[in-house]
């Protein structure tokens, strides 16, 4: 029986830097220029003629069947640590890890051992851990190294959103004035990011897309970010904000419960549509509870228009009054029938008109 086979032959590590990741068995497998056993030119040793490198993956990850994350996230320049599993004959080498340091100086895509495409590193004297997690600041505080995505974020809060406001009715409004609502506005909350090496824990993809789980104390927050800019945060007092820069679509196939226990404000910059019992089932309605206070409807510019194939019942146990400051018109189809408890008053500056086929007064 042979004795030539992994842990009985001998044991050859090396280092080197990946110079192409596009698999074309889409394996997972990388191509490795490795340190003293390659030359860094390029025309006698070219990138295509490297060796294939098997990357391997953390228990987490579980490799087959594409279950856990896949393919490895290991771009081309980045230095990484392995040994050859044919030992001596150095013809299968496997990834163990990355080699992660502070880079000097860019790709020199002429030669190996380098980034062919000139993308990595993307900066210079600075640690490959990112911006988000490091956060160096100077002897005043101030950020020296602020990550793009932060200063964009700071940079698109918004400030000053108008809220709804009801100006009340000037010739019938309540004594006390509890019907006037004034404008008010907000703010979007203020971005906490106030992380400390090492406990900001940062992911971020190549196009852009970051993910934070930040452990700093007093500034524990959760971070999730399309490199477009939709985003969800939740801060350090566990108050959460969600930001879309598009659209927004949500279905729920089943029951839907929301509660709120202080206030609610909405500013929408365009149509609002409600549609209700959308089946037209039985016994599925529209309800409206206002538990104490005032149910406030102002038009600023435009009609209020009210359409239903039913009827309409109002009632109240107080006053009804009603203004209108300009023509008052009334069309009835049917029937016309008005019952007053007590005294009717008309006062008419103008003209008074009945018209009718029979009029009975006191019959």
């Known amino acids: 029986m042979s004795e030539s086979f992994i842990g009985m032959n001998d044991f050859v590590w090396f280092v080197g830097v990946v110079e192409n990741r596009k698999d074309p068995l889409k394996a997972g497998r990388l191509q490795v220029r490795v340190l003293g056993h390659h030359t860094p030119d390029k025309?006698?040793?070219?990138?295509?003629?490297?060796?294939?490198?098997?990357?391997?993956?953390?228990?987490?990850?579980?490799?087959?069947s594409g279950l856990g994350n896949s393919p490895g996230f290991t771009p081309e320049g980045t230095h990484v640590m392995g040994y050859f599993r044919d030992g001596t004959d150095r013809q299968e080498p496997v990834i163990l890890g990355v080699l992660p340091g502070i880079p000097t100086e860019r790709a020199d895509t002429t030669l190996g051992f380098y980034d062919p495409n000139g993308k990595y590193p993307r900066y210079k004297n600075e640690p490959d851990v990112n911006r988000l997690a490091v956060n160096d600041k100077d002897s005043g505080g101030n950020e020296t190294n602020p990550h793009p995505s932060l200063e964009l974020r700071r940079l698109t809060r918004l400030e000053g959103i108008v809220t709804a406001g009801y100006a009340g009715n000037t010739l019938i409004s309540d004594a006390d004035g509890s019907a006037i609502v004034t404008n008010d506005t907000y703010d979007e909350p203020e971005i906490t990011y106030n992380a400390e090496y090492p406990f900001n824990h940062v992911y971020e993809s190549e196009s852009g897309h970051i993910r934070e789980y930040d452990d700093t104390e007093g500034a524990e927050r959760i971070h999730e970010r399309h490199r477009t800019g939709t985003s969800y945060e939740i801060d350090p007092e566990g108050t959460r904000i969600d930001k879309v820069?598009?659209?927004?679509?949500?279905?729920?196939?089943?029951?839907?419960?929301?509660?709120?226990?202080?206030?609610?404000?909405?500013?929408?910059?365009?149509h609002y549509k409600l549609m209700v019992n959308r089946e037209g089932q039985e016994s599925k309605h529209l309800t409206i509870e206002l538990v104490r206070g005032n149910i406030n409807i102002q038009c600023d510019g435009?009609?209020?228009?009210?359409?239903?194939?039913?009827?309409?019942?109002?009632?109240?146990?107080?006053?009804?009054?009603?203004?209108?400051?300009?023509?008052?018109?009334?069309?009835?189809?049917?029937?016309?029938?008005?019952?007053?408890?007590?005294?009717t008053t008309d006062n008419t500056l103008g003209s008074v008109i009945h018209t009718g086929s029979t009029i009975n007064l006191n019959p």
């Open 43 to 64: 025309s006698k040793i070219s990138t295509a003629d490297l060796m294939w490198a098997s990357p391997m993956w953390g228990c987490n990850d579980a490799g087959i």
């Open 245 to 270: 820069v598009k659209n927004q679509f949500t279905t729920i196939d089943g029951t839907c419960q929301e509660l709120v226990i202080q206030d609610k404000t909405e500013t929408i910059g365009g």
């Open 302 to 343: 435009g009609d209020l228009n009210i359409l239903t194939n039913g009827n309409v019942n109002m009632n109240t146990f107080g006053n009804f009054n009603h203004t209108v400051l300009g023509d008052y018109n009334l069309n009835i189809a049917g029937n016309r029938a008005v019952q007053v408890g007590l005294t």
